[in-house]
């Protein structure tokens, strides 16, 4: 009786033992999480599309909707009527300038003509005098309307920037009024529904890639020097058959910072240890889940 007795205490011993090893055979533990992204409004008005709804996968630069822009057009089209006006107020410096000029070229060819009478005696110095100061004194009027001219036409010029620069603002607002998903990835969480009115910084939804998923564990100080970044290490996740699925994940980030053990370690003891966080980035053939527990084994 004794001897049988004593060879089952044996075996509960051993099988005791056998559970506490496996029970203890990863190095950390953690959950899994994603990099989430929040994508907001950058414009105020109304959406008038909306196609996203909760698990849908999209891709990067993929349009999902729109804001009215109604009001944002016809500002738009004000401020190129107003262009228009004052570019209407330039002056027409060739039929302007060309009245001179006619007055210089008839004038020019009078001087030639008392040039070629004064040689026959014909016409006096005087007249020709005259004719030359005549054409010097247009000369000058024609320079002197043409600088007037081309300071008029810059400052009406001058005038149109600002109208302009308004004019690409409201373009760029337009052009914000298009949702456009900036990354590729699953829709987590969706934050406003058509003909609601949004606001810029209004949050639509939430995105995050799921392709790969990031681990974060928790390390003791001792750990430290068993892991760098790049390491490839095993994670195990439990499966639904009550088994354990192994993923191979590489080492992204190790804190350079302790901190005490976050709450979700049940003992007292645990949390008041000082740990350091990793984040171990997984290929996700798309059974993990944000929040599941993952363990970590070192290699």
Do not use: H
């Not at 999902?64 to 006006?85: C, E, M, N, P, W």
């Not at 829709?187 to 799921?210: C, F, H, N, Q, W």
């Not at 001792?222 to 354990?244: P, S």
């Amino acid at each position: 009786m004794n001897i049988r007795w004593t060879s089952y205490m044996l075996l509960l011993t051993i099988g005791l033992a056998s559970c506490a090893k496996n029970a203890n055979e990863y190095d950390a533990s953690g959950n899994f999480e994603a990099e989430e992204k929040i994508i907001s409004s950058e414009s105020t008005g109304k959406i008038l599309q909306l196609n996203i709804e909760e698990g849908l996968v999209l891709k990067a630069g993929q349009p999902v909707g729109y804001i009215d822009t109604t009001q944002l057009f016809l500002r738009k089209k004000q401020l190129y009527y107003s262009i228009r006006a004052l570019l209407a107020k330039s002056p027409d410096a060739t039929s302007q300038l060309s009245t001179i000029q006619k007055q210089i070229e008839t004038a020019t060819y009078e001087r030639k003509r008392v040039e070629n009478l004064l040689k026959d005696d014909a016409a006096t110095k005087k007249q020709l005098d005259d004719l030359t100061g005549q054409v010097d004194l247009l000369q000058k009027q024609y320079n002197a309307l043409q600088t007037s001219l081309v300071i008029t036409t810059r400052s009406i010029q001058s005038e149109t920037l600002p109208l302009n620069a308004q004019v690409e603002q409201l373009e760029d607002q337009i052009k914000k009024s298009m949702i456009v998903n900036p990354m590729e990835g699953t829709v987590l969480t969706k934050y406003a529904e058509r003909d609601e009115v949004v606001s810029p910084g209004k949050a639509i939804y939430k995105i995050a890639d799921l392709s790969a998923m990031l681990l974060r564990a928790y390390i003791s100080g001792d750990q430290l020097a068993e892991i760098k970044l790049g390491q490839k290490v095993n994670v195990l996740v439990d499966d639904v058959n009550a088994g354990t699925k192994k993923y191979e994940g590489i080492v992204e980030w190790v804190s350079d910072k302790a901190e005490f053990t976050p709450k979700t370690i049940q003992t007292k003891e645990e949390r008041a240890n000082l740990v350091y966080a990793i984040k171990i980035k997984v290929r996700n053939d798309g059974f993990l889940k944000i929040g599941m527990y993952g363990d970590v084994m070192f290699k």
